[in-house]
């Protein structure tokens, strides 16, 4: 740990600059990263005075490949982004939790009492109760600790806001009591606990490992229990392409029956075959019992089936053809990604409210002024929040104009794949 004061003075003298760099990999942001660093630090002083702190961070995260095939144990292709939560920490001696995000009430909790409590649902107290328990039940030692928390990871904008914060406070008590001996994938499991249990929303595992583990990440399910993570080594640079995030600025507020409808349309597909989830179901059996599972469940899970067999396939497509450097292939399976999910994964829009469809308009407006500059398709949980786009970097300033004129200034963020999950920046 480090004295708070002594921190500041180093942080403002650019002693951590090269650090940061590593962090957040563009040049021009790392000015603002030193002042925001600096701002967290004063702002902790002022709750918990000058003491010997260390300092974390978890990303927010983009998915690349595989909308909504998580969890149905399917793959997913994701990466960590350099957007992230930041927490400046110290260890007490009396099991007491105080965490302040930033604009938000003091959160205390005992950590002697990890049970779930059900008006916590939907909370944060809920998520960092959670988390607590989830790594109490798994042997790890658990402790207090007084926390400032501030994060740029846009809250309902799809980039996985709520998993970051699980991840930075999972690998703020790896760090404090288990000397960061805590493997990454099981905090994201933890993450997800808590999420599910704890929070009450039906999550996959997806947003908590691409948080968690950090870098461009092919994840494969199977076996949730031990999920596969095997980085993919690109550099998006070398193809002139840049990642950009728009936001519509669209509410999820509501939009939780929706996203539990998908995981149980799946699973009412696979319960017809006797399994649990589709990764299970032959898909050639599936085709075959279309008429069959029509009568019985209708279509839409029909369809939701259909795209779940089409985009598990393509994450290992995408997988193979960034190895292979066949970068447009891999770029023409975003797309194809983007049109399943519009067509028969069906969450660009709620069909309670079909006159807000923020996202639909954000893909059109996008394949109208990209032409062959690029390729888009609905990012997250989707419903509300962002869409993905692949842009060449020469087009990129085009682009941005042509949607900031839609849904405001700064809703277009181009950003870089950041190579660390849940990780201690200064001890």
Known sequence: MKQLTKLMEEMKQGVYRDTLKDIYIDESVIAHQEERYVKAMAEYQKLYGDR???VYSAPGRSEVGGNHTDHQHGMVLATSINLDAIAIVNKNEDMTVRV?????????IDANDVEKVDKEEGTSIGLIRGVLAGLKERGYKIGGFNAYVTSDVLIGAGLSSSAAFETIIGTIVSGL????QIS?????QIGQYSENVYFGKPSGLMDQTACAVGGLIHIDFKDPKAPV????????ENHACSLCIVDTKGSHQDLTPDYA????????????????????VDEKEFFAAIPALREKLGDRPVLRAMHFFGDNARVAAQVASLREGRFEDFLNMIKASGDSSFKYLQNVYTNRDVQNQAVSIALAVSENVLGNHGV??????????????FVKNDFVEEYRKALDAVFGEGSCHVLKVRKYGGMKVIA
Not at 184 to 188: G, L, Q, S, T
Not at 229 to 236: G, I, L, M, R, T
Not at 376 to 389: D, E, N, P, S, Y
């Open 177 to 180: 009591y288990n000397d960061m």
């Open 184 to 188: 990454m994938v099981e905090i994201a």
């Open 376 to 389: 888009c398709r609905v990012h997250g949980g989707g419903f509300a929040g962002t869409i993905q786009a």
């Open 100 to 108: 302040i995000s930033e604009g938000y009430d003091m959160i205390v």
């Open 261 to 280: 409808q998908i995981p149980a349309d799946m699973k009412a597909i696979a319960t017809y075959f006797g399994k649990e989830v589709l990764r299970d």
């Open 229 to 236: 993570v095997e980085k993919v080594d690109v550099d998006f």
């Open 52 to 54: 010997e702190v260390e």
